[in-house]
């Protein structure tokens, strides 16, 4: 009776963290290197400031100069770290917020498929006692030359509810509760009905 209440699953492809790293990474990291070129740009020109004024001022390639420069580059490097170390912060909050935002995700597809499955329970396991609760009222089901008969709906119930093995000793007649059990489906739904069935709920090969 499952299989007729068979719920319909949401399937949700979480990202997973390299994924999100990426995308995150190719709206985030530009913004970062136009800052760092800028400040390269920056350094470069006051290098080039200094020289024309010291060439102005007839001081040439003075240790003044040259250790005004160092100072100016060794700012450069302490920004651009700084900038760095930002963008990794920065990146970091992105891919953990994205991360936690999948977690959320799944764990909702997860609880909407568990109460989906669970529904489905109920349902097939309320549909399988009221047809059990027919087929005592009715008697185990009319009989037909001394063999008890049911209805085709019936039938289907039942063999939907057996294992493949369960089916095939109905079958093939192996045990005498399987063969007494056929004999009803063919009394209930005729040989042509009863070969149907066997199409449609195979026994375990």
Do not use: H
């Amino acid at each position: 009776m499952y299989k007729r209440f068979t719920p319909q699953q949401v399937a949700y492809d979480a990202r997973s963290e390299e994924e999100i790293r990426a995308s995150v990474a190719a709206w985030l990291r530009p913004s970062y290197e136009q800052a760092i070129n800028n400040r390269q740009v920056q350094t470069r020109q006051n290098k080039a400031n200094l020289d024309a004024d010291s060439i102005a001022r007839g001081m040439g390639a003075s240790t003044y100069v040259t250790d005004v420069k160092n100072r100016q580059q060794n700012a450069e490097t302490s920004d651009i770290a700084s900038l760095e170390a930002d963008y990794g912060s920065t990146l970091s909050k992105y891919v953990l917020d994205g991360v936690d935002s999948e977690q959320d995700r799944t764990l909702e597809a997860e609880k909407f498929n568990a109460s989906a499955r669970q529904d489905a329970y109920d349902k097939a396991y309320s549909a399988a006692q009221t047809l059990f609760a027919q087929y005592k009222k009715n008697g185990g089901g009319a009989r037909k030359g001394g063999t008890p008969t049911t209805s085709l709906e019936n039938c289907e119930a039942f063999l939907s509810l057996l294992s493949g093995e369960e089916r095939r000793a109905v079958y093939e007649g192996t045990t005498t509760e399987g063969s007494q059990y056929r004999a009803e489906l063919i009394a209930s739904v005729g040989t042509a009905g009863y070969i149907q069935l066997m199409g449609k709920y195979p026994s375990k090969p």
